[in-house]
């Protein structure tokens, strides 16, 4: 593509070298950023000579109202060289994100109960709280450090245990992950562009679907940006304290959801090691000072974690020998990689096929490629047209540096998705999701800048219709959703693609051909995943694995919310479901169960918000489809109590409140899901034998006995998963207590539901 650099209109940022943005001369930093059709931004970012504030205003000034009224009339007015229409639009684009993402938050009751119940447990337990326990009583923690849970946690110490305190935190975080690729796509090229990305991010279906859940995504994809957000301001003028910043915001995501937060390290320490503009000894320096600030941050809870003792701590959820440095490395580190994840429900020997078709398309298959590729395909295209654009330039061009540092975090954690053999959900795409917005952005208005190009206008034409033909392919796998939609995308991104051609043709673009083209292009590329969003919002969505869009769409491979091959039914509480084959990986068989096994009552939240077992919720019900579930009397939720809370009944709810002050638990289940239904249903700490999957050697037998003779239990609640199916000791445990229950201490049948009182032998 043959391009004349120095007619771009996005200038260099603050600080970085006179006549380093694309080839542009030293003094032509302050060029208008309005193309000929008022689609772009008014005057460019940033002033003349080096080290201006961005806007180009002045940096003094005194406003007649004092301080406070010239910080609101920035809030509302923006940079002083920003067009008027500039601020009012990112504001506009933050609230409509924000009551998209609220809007009916309470649909989903309490999201996923394994962490809810998590957020509980820290909201009346400092303790808790900082370990992240499953329960007041610090007997287990849940699978994952606990930086997720805090914030979630100190909102339900503040306004009390309910939906909504639960998930706004997660809802602000959405917002805030908006205004972030925001800021960080404005600052190097033009106001619209930011636009675009943080309106891409904010419809993408998976981010409507993560940013109103409670499960660690949400602060994690929040973290990453912020990471690479830092990183491209560190690029600007070698700033070793933004690339201290970057590793601060690594070291937490790190205590948010471990390996996973260093995917994209490889692409950022080596775009600064090459790009930074300083010298090659500093650039190391300088890395190493961010690799400190990553331990740092991330280290100190660890250390703690190690060096407390384990007898006066909770057993390390999701490890088989209580130690969380096991835990990142096994379970949740390379078991995700090869498979061989001792204690897992799908764990012990690899083979992707239980997760899904592993491979270079798993991130465009029936199961993932409604949630996150819709814009996949633009966003590769536009990161290599960005690279042909900046390929001329020097080598500390931060325009570049943007495209390799977006680009490069995009494919490495595409790469490993695509390949991991070990679990792997739906939902874990939301990390892609800051990168595409970002690519579809900066992309998008590099091409419109160089519009003129035949070239330029070729690729961008390209892109559209690529971008139309993959959402018509999308819309096509749920036929019956809006039929009229996939035609309509398909005509008018073909429609768009020819206009941008055309007027790249005529050698100039056209005064109406090609904002009507642009804009008929944006409209088309996003109809697809903003209506997949609003029917995200539109619905309540409950248990361990949820996706986003109609229900149509969550066929393929992985594992969906009614188990292994299954789709999650929703149906109200205590009716019979016919359950069917599942169509993924396991293939499960046709069942009847009735949802949540116990005696279809459901567990109420405070503030009289839907249970768990509520109509409006997607929740897993069995291995092989919907209504394959426990059973009457079985553990409740997904795969007996795996992948969602159980459903609590009012006369069961009563038992185990009754005198619960008297004990350390009111009740011992097997599994957390199981012991989360019941503990968030009474209010009262319930001891989650074995873990997540039940498969946790916590307590032993002999610990579970000495409990029981202290007194600190009252009660066990029969069913529940257990044992998984990765091997481990956890499962032999959680039998042998179970057993030993059984054959000592009297059953007792509240509602329904089988309960043991474990101060009443035989």
């Known amino acids: ?31 208008n950023a309005s193309g000929p059709d008022g689609l772009v931004a008014g005057p460019a970012q940033g ?64 999201a996923n109960s394994f962490y809810s119940a998590a957020v509980q447990a820290g909201s009346e337990s400092w303790k808790a709280f900082f370990f992240g326990s499953s329960d007041a009583a610090n007997s287990i923690t849940v699978d994952k450090p606990p930086a997720a849970l805090w914030p979630m946690a100190l909102s339900v110490r503040l306004f009390g245990l309910g939906s909504w305190q639960i998930l706004l935190p997660e809802v602000l975080m959405g917002v805030g992950t908006v205004a972030v690729v925001y800021a960080a796509v404005r ?33 994690l994809a929040l973290l990453m940006t912020v990471a690479v957000y830092c990183v491209l ?13 970057a590793g601060a915001a690594i070291g937490f995501a790190f205590l948010t959801k471990t390996l996973q937060a260093f995917l994209i390290l490889p692409p950022l320490a080596l775009v600064y090691a090459v790009c930074a503009p300083t010298t ?52 949740n580190g390379l078991g995700r990689i090869n498979g061989d994840e001792v204690g897992s429900v799908g764990g012990g020997g690899g083979g992707g096929g239980r997760w899904g078709s592993s491979g270079i398309g798993r991130m465009f298959d029936a199961s993932i490629g409604g949630q996150i590729s819709w814009l996949l395909p633009a966003a590769l ?120 051609l055309l007027a790249g043709r005529a050698g100039r673009p056209g005064p109406r051909l090609s904002p009507g083209a642009a804009a008929l292009a944006l409209v088309a590329a996003l109809a697809g995943p903003v209506a997949y969003s609003l029917t995200t919002v539109n619905e309540g969505h409950a248990g361990s694995i949820v996706t986003a869009g109609p229900a149509a769409a969550r066929g393929g491979g992985g594992v969906h919310a009614g188990g292994p091959g299954g789709d999650g039914g929703r149906m109200p509480p205590g009716q019979q479901g016919q359950g069917q084959q599942g169509q993924g990986p396991g293939q499960g068989q046709q069942g009847q169960g009735r949802q949540g ?97 039940g498969s946790d050697p916590s307590p032993t037998l002999a610990q579970f006995k000495e409990y029981v003779a202290e007194g600190k239990i009252h009660y066990f609640v029969a069913g529940g998963q257990g044992g998984g199916q990765g091997g481990g000791p956890g499962g032999d445990t959680s039998s042998a207590i179970t057993s030993w229950i059984e054959s000592t201490f009297t059953e007792v049948t509240v509602g329904g539901t089988t309960l043991y009182d474990l101060t009443a032998e035989k």
Do not use: C
């Open 381 to 500: 295209l536009l990161l290599l047209a960005g690279l042909v654009v900046t390929w001329r330039a020097g080598r500390t061009d931060t325009a570049r540096s943007a495209f390799l540092v977006w680009g490069g975090s995009l494919l490495m954690t595409a790469a490993i998705f695509s390949f991991m053999a070990g679990i792997f959900h739906e939902y874990y795409t939301v990390a892609l999701a800051p990168s595409i917005a970002a690519l579809v952005g900066m992309g998008v208005t590099v091409l419109w800048e160089e519009r003129h190009a035949f070239a330029a206008s070729a690729a961008l034409a390209v892109t559209v219709a690529v971008t139309a033909v993959w959402s018509f392919t999308l819309l096509g796998r749920t036929p019956d959703y809006l039929p009229w939609l996939r035609w309509a995308v398909l005509i008018g991104g073909l429609a768009a693609a020819a206009g941008l």
């Open 187 to 219: 600052r190097r090229f033009t106001p619209a562009a930011g636009l675009i990305a943080g309106a891409v991010l904010a419809v993408t279906p998976v981010a409507a679907l993560m940013f109103r859940f409670n499960n660690p995504d949400a602060l």
């Open 597 to 693: 096994g116990l005696g279809g009552g459901t567990a109420q939240p405070p503030n009289g918000l839907p249970g768990q077992g509520g109509p409006a919720q997607r929740q897993g019900m069995g291995p092989g489809g919907a209504g394959g579930g426990a059973g009457e009397g079985g553990g409740g939720g997904g795969m007996g109590g795996l992948l969602n809370g159980a459903t609590v009944n009012s006369e069961a709810e009563a038992k185990l409140r009754q005198n619960a002050g008297d004990y350390t638990w009111a009740a011992a289940a097997i599994g957390s899901q199981n012991a989360a239904g019941y503990q968030l249903a009474t209010g009262e700490p319930v001891m989650a034998i074995g873990g997540f999957n």
């Open 233 to 245: 301001r560190a690029l600007e003028g070698a700033r070793t304290r933004w690339l201290v910043w």
């Open 47 to 110: 002033g003349p000579g080096r080290g201006g504030p961005p806007g180009g205003g002045p940096r003094g000034g005194h406003a007649a109202g004092g301080r406070g009224a010239r910080t609101a009339a920035r809030l509302w007015r923006g940079r002083a060289g920003d067009a008027p229409w500039v601020r009012p639009a990112f504001l506009g684009l933050l609230l409509i994100t924000a009551v998209l993402y609220s809007y009916d938050l309470t649909a989903s009751g309490y």
């Open 280 to 331: 090659l000894r500093r650039r190391l320096g300088q890395l190493a000072l961010g690799g400190l600030a990553i331990v740092g941050a991330g280290g100190w809870w660890v250390a703690i974690v190690e060096l407390w003792p384990a007898s006066s701590r909770p057993y390390i959820g999701g490890s088989q020998n209580n130690s969380f440095l096991e835990l990142t490395f096994g379970y």
């Open 1 to 31: 593509m043959t391009t004349t650099h120095d007619s771009h209109a996005y200038p260099p940022p603050p600080g970085n070298p006179p006549g380093n943005a694309l080839g542009n001369p030293p003094g032509n930093a302050s060029g």
